[in-house]
Nanobody, 119 residues
Framework: QVQLVESGGGLVQAGGSLRLSCAAS????????MGWYRQAPGKQRELVAT???????NYADSVKGRFTISRDNDKNTVYLWMNSLKPEDTAVYYC?????????????WGQGTQVTVSS
């Protein structure tokens, strides 16, 4: 089992910045990939950004150039740096950890943190 604890959400004006943190209960070297997803009201959960254990990153087109995902292996923590925020970034942001298994992959989720961007 992997516990993920998110923090850093809040209310910010358009154009502002926030940093989300996701602390894992195990060494993130043991996790194949970690990422951030978001879900806005009435919409499906969507990928925002991911980072593998080797440091490879992937971003949704809507956040490229504005968001950066990074990891601190010593703190077992993954960050999402969000700049130039837009009202359409408003959503609950969830941290995800994926561990690749022999038979199937295992996904773990945090409780979510609300990000609200006012216009």
């Amino acid at each position: 089992q992997v516990q993920l604890v998110e923090s850093g959400g809040g209310l910010v004006q358009a154009g502002g910045s926030l940093r989300l943190s996701c602390a894992a209960s195990i060494s993130i070297f043991s996790i194949n990939a970690m990422g951030w997803y978001r879900q806005a009201p009435g919409k499906q959960r969507e990928l925002v950004a991911t980072i593998t254990s080797k440091g490879s990153t992937n971003y949704a087109d809507s956040v490229k150039g504005r968001f950066t995902i990074s990891r601190d292996n010593d703190k077992n923590t993954v960050y999402l740096w969000m700049n130039s925020l837009k009202p359409e970034d408003t959503a609950v942001y969830y941290c995800n950890a994926r561990i690749v298994g022999v038979i199937r992959d295992n996904d773990y989720w945090g409780q979510g943190t609300q990000v609200t961007v006012s216009s």
